[in-house]
């Protein structure tokens, strides 16, 4: 693939390598209008500069719909975790974040995305020495800050927080009353109880919905009378949530195609496709995962009467979880931040596309891209 360079960016393509640790890796900052290209690095066997520049395009829409001065970046480690030790994670983490120096914390602000969490991001910041330079950092990475009331500890908020699935869950509340379900006893699906979907799972059972389906790794599980959040957890710690007794196991596909209100895809991509589209049965889809469905199914899905709310708004809890942790926000005070944003900017998609008769990924797509235009109209 040839990297695209339009009116948008990307202002720096950049490869690293570092002789001493053979670490190679990738950064790509989109576009700074709004403010520091903001995203996370992924650390996977197969990572390339294209993949890199793809993924730093959509934060700079999703930082820009969520309205944050975050302009777009993402990162990127060739890294095998079937055949690395954890110093050796390490040494790839810290080479890469001293070769990254010079555009820390100003061009670029770290995060933790697939293989990278809170520890990486300590690794991160400490190797190059600015706080700044990373955010879901752990909790107990504090910094104490000088102000004109006197001093204050800032200190990190990891991810495993949970700030995405909540958002995920205040998202799919918004949501619902558009599309006029009413959220008590609504039948949910989530594919995928990792970090997005457990919290997910988690906050719309305290929501009142009625949890039916799950999955992982291993498969589904399905019982029409709901599922024990409480034991779900228990199962994942177990090694899986398979193992749940009361509950039909299905094949990770089936999941899709049960007959539930809302279906939450928040695992892998391209789940819903030309070949199961037909067979959705839920009323609402809302995409907690990146790229769940391709914009061509999400129009077909449509046309079906079934509305899809997109991941760059949906999944924005984590990189509006970044900023308050950037600002030196306290987790109380990150959640109210997610949940005023989640829910003003849901909203405002969907009315805005249902007033002009558009999808609500082209609503999105439009405010990111007014937005950005304008800040680069505006920008010194
Ligand atoms: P995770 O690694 O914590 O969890 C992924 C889950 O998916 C695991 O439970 C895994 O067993 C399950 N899984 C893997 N293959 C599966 C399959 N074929 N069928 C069903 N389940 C399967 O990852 P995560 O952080 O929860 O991320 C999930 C998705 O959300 C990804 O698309 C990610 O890019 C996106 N996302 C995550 C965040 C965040 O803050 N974590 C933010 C924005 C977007």
Not at 346 to 364: H, N
Request: some cysteine; overall charge positive; charged content about 25%.
């Amino acid at each position: 693939m040839i990297i695209p360079h339009d009116t948008y960016g990307p202002e720096y393509l950049l490869e690293v390598y570092d002789a001493e640790t053979n670490m190679r890796g990738f950064l790509v900052i989109d576009n700074t209008a709004l403010g520091p290209g903001k995203g996370g690095i992924r650390m996977t066997p197969n990572i390339t500069l294209e993949e890199v520049f793809m993924l730093a395009r959509t934060m700079t829409w999703k930082n820009a719909l969520a309205d944050l001065p975050f302009g777009g970046a993402k990162a990127g480690i060739v890294f095998d975790p079937s055949k690395s030790k954890k110093e050796e994670k390490k040494a790839l983490v810290q080479a890469f974040s001293k070769a990254l120096k010079p555009f820390v914390p100003k061009k670029y602000i770290a995060g933790p995305d697939m293989n990278s969490g809170e520890e990486e991001m300590q690794w991160f910041a400490e190797a190059n020495g600015n706080w700044r330079s990373a955010t879901g950092k752990p909790a107990n990475l504090c910094m104490l800050v000088m102000g004109k009331k006197g001093s204050k500890q800032q200190c990190g908020i990891p991810h495993e927080f949970g700030s995405t699935g909540f958002g995920v869950a205040h998202a799919t509340q918004v949501a619902a009353k558009h599309a006029g379900i009413s959220l008590a006893g609504a039948r949910v699906a989530v594919e995928g109880f990792g970090n997005v979907g457990e919290f997910t799972c988690k906050y719309l059972t305290e929501m009142g919905v009625l949890l039916v389906a799950t999955s992982d790794m291993q498969g589904a599980v399905y019982n029409e009378n709901g599922l024990d959040f409480k034991k779900l957890l228990a199962f994942k710690k177990q090694g899986t949530v398979t193992l749940y007794e009361d509950a039909k196991k299905l094949s990770h596909e089936e999941i899709f195609e049960l007959p539930v209100d809302i279906l939450i895809p928040a695992a892998i991509p391209n789940v819903i496709t030309e070949k199961n589209y037909k067979n959705v049965q839920a009323k609402l889809i809302i995409e907690a995962a990146n790229v769940p469905i391709s914009d061509d199914i999400e129009g077909k899905l449509a046309k079906r009467g079934i509305l899809v709310v997109p991941d760059i708004i949906v999944n924005a809890g984590g990189v509006i979880s970044s900023y308050a942790e950037y600002r030196g926000y306290n987790p109380k005070d990150m959640f109210s931040m997610v949940k005023s944003k989640i829910v003003k900017n849901t909203k405002a998609i969907l009315e805005s596309a249902k007033r002009e008769g558009i999808s609500p990924r082209a609503s999105a797509m439009k405010i990111a891209e007014e937005r950005v235009e304008q800040a680069m109209k505006t920008r010194k």
